[in-house]
């Protein structure tokens, strides 16, 4: 099948990183580290995992000359800084600020858990981090231990109103519901985040989890969720929100008699693989081109073997040419990846 790129798309860079259907990557999530101060039971067991050796992760260096191939020869125009918890990398504004000084630069976002953050917001806001994204499941001190396996529920509203403070607007704040724990605090969720004028996001539970202990009859889709915040609040999708949309994970719907939005990302249920334009790089330098992928690219060997740009842009391109046209996640023979979220980044 052959691709027939839009004008915009050829206009992105000179050498797009286009699939075999259609779509180009422009969005880059980064991993910088497979290692997290919380043990979230819906991503690992409670005893955590065995890290990568610090010699098998990319250095801030390595991570930058990636980057710098991506956006000025690949297009790529968004950078986002994953882990496991990016929190935890040492020095993480000066790559923030290294990002933000390349010559084609990118638009720059942070997921994390927020803890810590209340310290660091405004320097990771001042080294140039435009958008950021924290991880948030509960308001109930009690479910927050239940779910991750720690009393940190103060240190990550403390890192919320840290990063409003800095300016980081919207703060986007990711959920996920998972049944019988916390799926009852749908509303209160909603409520505080229109009181704190953050934007909430339900993510609907994937098969990402360490443990391999995924059933799709415990997940909260997208359809309950909503039927959920109706007992509350009367929520509708906007026509222009719909056609905003573009590649976007997250469905918006507006708080009727209000100007705030709700998103819903519902990539199990009512999956999105035709407008993705997302790749990711792993902490330790291996390119998968989609989050399922069973199959990895390894940048990390050629660019400490003397790679040039041009080569290792070769094999960026070859490894989303392959990308295939979804997750699969509903055909019977769907495997999860071998590498849990922790692992791979958000």
Known sequence: ???????????????????????????????????????CTYCMPAEGLDWLPADETLSDAEILRLIRIGTSML??????????????????????????????RPKIALTTNGIGLA??????????????????????????????????????????????????????????????INDHEAVPL???????GVQLRFIEQMPLDAQHGWNRTNMVTAEEILGRLSERFFVVEDPA???????????????????HRVGIIAAVSQPFCGACDRVRLTSDGQLRNCLFARTEQDLRTPLR??????????????????????????????????RPMSAIGG
Do not use: Y
Not at 4 to 9: D, E, K, Q
Not at 77 to 103: F, M, N, Q, S
Not at 139 to 154: C, G
Not at 245 to 257: I, K, N, Y
């Open 119 to 180: 310290r660091r917001a405004q320097a990771l806001a001042d080294a140039g981090l435009d958008r950021i994204n924290i991880s948030l499941d509960t308001l109930d001190p009690q479910t927050f231990v239940r779910l991750s396996r720690r009393r940190r529920l103060d240190d990550v509203l403390a890192g919320v109103a840290a990063a409003q403070q800095a300016g980081l607007r919207p703060v986007k704040i990711n959920t996920v519901l998972m049944r019988g």
């Open 190 to 196: 909603l409520q505080w985040a229109i009181d704190q």
């Open 241 to 259: 929100d719909r056609a905003a949309r573009g590649s976007a994970p997250a469905e918006l719907f507006r708080v009727d008699g209000t100007d």
């Open 1 to 39: 099948m052959s691709t027939v790129l839009s004008p915009t798309a050829r206009a992105v860079g000179r050498r797009p990183l286009a699939d075999r259907h259609g779509r180009v990557a422009t969005d880059l999530r980064v991993s910088l580290t497979d290692r997290c101060n919380l043990r």
């Open 75 to 104: 297009g790529i125009r968004t950078i986002r800084l994953t882990g496991g918890e990016p929190l935890l990398r040492k020095g993480l504004e000066g790559l923030v600020a290294g990002i933000a000084a390349l010559p084609d």
């Open 305 to 338: 073997s003397g790679a040039t740009d041009e080569e290792l842009a070769d094999q960026w391109i070859s490894a989303v040419a392959v990308k295939l046209p979804g997750h699969g996640i509903d055909d019977p023979t769907f495997l999860q990846p071998d």
